[in-house]
């Protein structure tokens, strides 16, 4: 920002040191006259960090309207009236230094006036006179108050900028919070549910119990310390759901028919939302599994061209009844919550159950 600022006002006082250059047949610079005309973009300058530093912050940002309007008044006033006396002193000044045949300037205005035109009894009607000073004070008056409310368009705009970047910044960290949150909910209710299988699995085999709770081991140190990331590679993911469903698999009969496929790119893998999946596929192993009835799970993740991470999964549908606390279905609410805050307008979640209420379908399209 000072060399936005430092930049532009040296554009402005550099100006008329061309406008000089273009008034005189040689190429050197009349530095009187330059001194004169410099006490224009000097009282800008003035007047403009006067408000910036000053007079914005202490009454403008404060509210204090009326006590604004009034200081710039004042302030403009005093310049514009020094302003009209130092070119009145500088005229005079140059007046005396300078041959009266040559140019001289009256209020910024070239008039040519010879000796003997000077000294004569009545004017030429060609002759031009010099505007009345009044027009050259309201001039820089105006240009002063402009310069004013420049001052308040960037200092408002810059303050507009920071309180925006802190809204942002404050949003961010409430993101942030509320995910790390919904995450800590996640790994509890993972790890209730995976618990719930193991019980299940020891009153009839105690050696794939232990399997299990040796696989559970691996499990729970991606669920705890592996996934502490925003976003992890999908291939990664993958991995994760992999021995979580293998893990599942143990305590299935044989009237349970499970199929997985998954079709990643192992190189250039795209990332995604951690434990994402994994509630889907719980959930097909709560409702969709009877230890009675034929079962089926079908699961299904890839990716397409357009970078999506697709989760197709149709499983047979067994509800579970009001007293069985695992069907209460907390995690697919932490699932929805997660997904509007990663991927908002960026993923779609169609669920149904077929009209004859035998399978349940999911379908997860996220845009990443």
């Known amino acids: 920002m000072p060399l936005i600022h430092l930049f532009g006002w040296c554009i402005v006082f550099v100006f008329p040191l061309f406008f000089l250059e273009r008034e005189n047949n040689d190429s050197s610079i009349n530095w009187m006259r330059y001194l004169h005309f410099s006490i224009i973009p000097l009282s800008l300058a003035l007047v403009f960090y006067i408000n910036y530093f000053g007079l914005i912050p202490a009454y403008l940002f404060q509210e204090k309207i009326k006590k604004f309007i009034l200081a710039n008044i004042l302030l403009v006033s005093i310049v514009g009236l020094g302003t009209q006396g130092w070119q009145g002193i500088h005229r005079r000044m140059e007046t005396m230094t300078q041959n009266p045949e040559r140019e001289i300037y009256t209020q910024g205005q070239e008039v040519e006036i010879s000796e003997e035109l000077s000294q004569g009894p009545s004017q030429q009607p060609w002759q031009r006179r010099p505007p009345p000073v009044w027009m050259f004070f309201i001039r820089d008056i105006l240009s002063l108050i402009l310069m004013v409310g420049f001052s308040v368009a960037i200092r408002m705009s810059i303050r507009w900028s920071q309180a925006e970047n802190a809204r942002r910044e404050a949003e961010r960290n409430?993101?942030?919070?509320?995910?790390?949150?919904?995450?800590?909910?996640?790994?509890?209710?993972?790890?209730?549910?995976?618990?719930?299988?193991?019980?299940?699995?020891?009153?009839?085999?105690?050696?794939?119990?232990?399997?299990?709770?040796?696989?559970?081991?691996?499990?729970?140190?991606?669920?705890?310390?592996?996934?502490?990331?925003?976003?992890?590679?999908?291939?990664?993911?993958?991995?994760?759901?992999?021995?979580?469903?293998?893990?599942?698999?143990?305590?299935?009969?044989?009237?349970?028919?499970?199929?997985?496929?998954?079709?990643?790119?192992?190189?250039?893998?795209?990332?995604?939302?951690?434990?994402?999946?994994?509630?889907?596929?719980?959930?097909?192993?709560?409702?969709?599994?009877?230890?009675?009835?034929?079962?089926?799970?079908?699961?299904?993740?890839?990716?397409?061209?357009?970078?999506?991470?697709?989760?197709?999964?149709?499983?047979?549908?067994?509800?579970?009844?009001?007293?069985?606390?695992?069907?209460?279905g907390i995690g697919l609410e932490q699932v929805k919550k997660r997904l509007e805050l990663l991927y908002p307008n960026n993923y779609l979640w169609h669920t149904n159950i077929t009209p004859d209420g035998k399978e349940y379908n999911s379908i997860l399209v996220i845009s990443t």
């Open 174 to 328: 409430r993101t942030e919070a509320e995910l790390k949150n919904l995450r800590n909910q996640i790994n509890p209710h993972f790890l209730l549910n995976t618990l719930n299988n193991i019980y299940a699995l020891i009153s009839f085999n105690s050696k794939k119990a232990q399997q299990a709770v040796h696989d559970l081991s691996k499990l729970l140190r991606y669920a705890l310390y592996e996934n502490q990331q925003t976003f992890v590679p999908l291939i990664q993911e993958i991995d994760f759901i992999k021995n979580y469903i293998e893990l599942m698999r143990i305590r299935l009969t044989s009237h349970v028919k499970l199929t997985t496929e998954f079709r990643i790119r192992e190189e250039n893998s795209i990332c995604i939302a951690p434990l994402i999946f994994i509630s889907l596929i719980e959930n097909a192993f709560k409702h969709g599994v009877s230890p009675v009835e034929p079962s089926y799970i079908h699961i299904q993740i890839y990716e397409n061209q357009q970078d999506q991470v697709i989760c197709e999964i149709r499983n047979s549908n067994f509800p579970k009844n009001e007293s069985d606390k695992s069907g209460s």
